[in-house]
């Protein structure tokens, strides 16, 4: 049992059991193994949190359902798989969808050596590509050789079903590629490469590195750990990844199947703009997904929650007076954003207070798929708006006990790895721990 006190130092394995309140400070080299690094994605947590989760409520089971109804990049799901059991992702972000599936999904060996083979063999040979951006700015975010080079590895991916067939296996193929020409993406353009938002600083002037001989490096990388992935997991094993938002409908999506586990980090107030860190992933793949354009893309970025995407119209009539959230202390908070916050108050109060409704909404869904007993970690970061602090994950607790679930315990850690995941201006900042809450279904 650990003892309650500032930092534990964790290396590794993170106990079964931990101290209410204890913050830990995992030490880790190990966050990118199997397929978990293919891909950079904001927020993502440490594959430890879900493989301890699944250890503690789920060890010595197999092939049970393990469910991440924010499922991001797929951590959870790599690690549910690795360990023997069925998993379900839900994202409303396609391209997190993507990622998720292709970093948990089995490929033949053989297609894949043939078709990377061949890849490699026109792409190199070939001089011009016949894909072109739907971007009129385009060259302020690549050199003009480099948009020819990337033009030219998506025209060979595109042609991949044609030329190979059009069955699932060739498919999961094609999406392995698709992810891994993504994964070269940022690091290929003038934008900074760590910056949660995407854009080309002026100050740090950056040389993009070479698309071609980058693609084949990541080709090789990825070759080498889905095949051993491929290898590691039992293959009757099911991964589903559903594209689609957590609040509502939950039980229809899941098609009623029981959940015995459920793992997720959701997104927090105001954080990330999830479209916009991607921006020039989307100018390449955005096609595949209907989201190529920056007007079809801001219509989907009212589907996040903690979005800060409102128009005024929508919440000119929103008073935090008027309609509260009925939990005295999160209602007072959302008062003062109100009232301090001269420029952006009126705002601000909104996006917090849709935040909390559409993360009630979430809870009212989960808490129909889970049976009595079951236990829903979550992970979540407290967040400050308009210079005031927001203990998230307290109010979360809240709603989700008059929900129909009861907190067992909460903990946290250090956040080491700060890629991506705060505003750096320090609105919505984030502070530097994120909290484990173990719910369990009364
Ligand atoms: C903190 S990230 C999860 C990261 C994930 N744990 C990982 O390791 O990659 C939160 C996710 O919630 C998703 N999200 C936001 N609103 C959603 C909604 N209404 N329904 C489902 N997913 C949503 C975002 O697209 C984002 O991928």
Redesign the pocket.
């Known amino acids: 049992m650990i003892k309650s006190q500032d930092y534990l130092i964790v290396k590794e394995f993170i106990p079964d059991k931990i101290e209410q309140g204890s913050i830990l400070n995992i030490f880790t080299n190990n966050v990118a193994a199997h397929t978990h690094g293919f891909h950079k994605?904001?927020?993502?947590?440490i594959p430890h949190i879900p493989k301890w989760a699944i250890n503690k409520y789920l060890a010595g089971l197999k092939r049970k359902i393990v469910l991440?109804?924010?499922?991001?990049?797929?951590?959870?799901l790599i690690e549910g798989l690795l360990t023997g059991h069925n998993v379900i992702g839900?994202?409303?972000?396609p391209l997190?969808c993507l990622i998720?599936k292709v970093k948990t999904t089995n490929i033949n060996t053989s297609d894949l050596n043939k078709i990377s083979d061949w890849l490699v063999r026109e792409v190199k040979k070939k001089k011009r590509g016949e894909f072109r951006p739907k971007c009129e700015t385009i060259e302020h975010w690549f050199p003009k050789e480099t948009i020819n080079k990337l033009s030219i590895i998506r025209t060979f991916i595109d042609q991949i079903p044609e030329r190979f067939g059009d069955n699932k296996s060739i498919k999961d193929i094609q999406h392995l590629l698709i992810i891994c020409f993504s994964s070269i993406i940022r690091r290929v353009s003038y934008a900074d490469n760590e910056s949660q938002k995407t854009y080309v600083s002026h100050t740090h002037i950056k040389t993009p590195e070479e698309p071609l001989r980058l693609f084949l490096l990541q080709l090789n990388l990825f070759k080498e750990r889905i095949i051993k992935f491929s290898e590691n997991i039992t293959p009757k094993l099911r991964n589903q990844i559903i594209c689609?938002?957590?609040?509502d409908s939950l039980k229809v999506k899941l098609k009623d199947q029981n959940i015995d586990l459920a793992i997720?980090?959701?997104?927090?107030i105001k954080a990330?703009d999830?479209i916009y860190n991607q921006m020039v992933e989307l100018f390449w793949i955005g096609d595949l997904f209907g989201i190529q354009t920056q007007p079809k893309q801001n219509e989907k970025k009212k589907?996040?929650?903690?979005?800060k995407h409102f128009y005024k119209k929508e919440f000119v009539e929103y008073t935090p007076f008027e309609t509260t959230m009925e939990i005295k202390k999160l209602d007072d908070k959302i008062q003062r954003v109100f009232k301090i916050d001269k420029k952006n108050g009126h705002k601000h109060a909104y996006i917090t207070f849709k935040y909390f409704v559409?993360m009630e909404k979430?809870f009212v869904e989960i808490s129909k798929c889970l049976d009595k007993g079951r236990h829903y970690i979550m992970?979540v970061g407290d967040s400050s708006v308009s210079n005031i602090f927001f203990n998230t994950s307290d109010f979360l607790i809240k709603i989700a006990e008059r929900n129909g679930f009861r907190i067992t315990n909460k903990w946290g850690y250090k956040i080491k790895n700060r890629y991506m995941r705060f505003d750096r201006k320090g609105r919505g900042g984030i502070i530097d721990i994120d909290w484990v809450l173990d719910l369990v279904k009364t």
Request: charged share 15%; with cysteine.
């Open positions: 994605y904001p927020a993502k947590f991440d109804p924010f499922c991001g990049s797929g951590t959870t839900i994202d409303v972000d997190s998720a689609s938002s957590s609040t997720t980090s959701p997104p927090y990330i999830y589907k996040y929650i903690g979005t559409d979430h992970v």
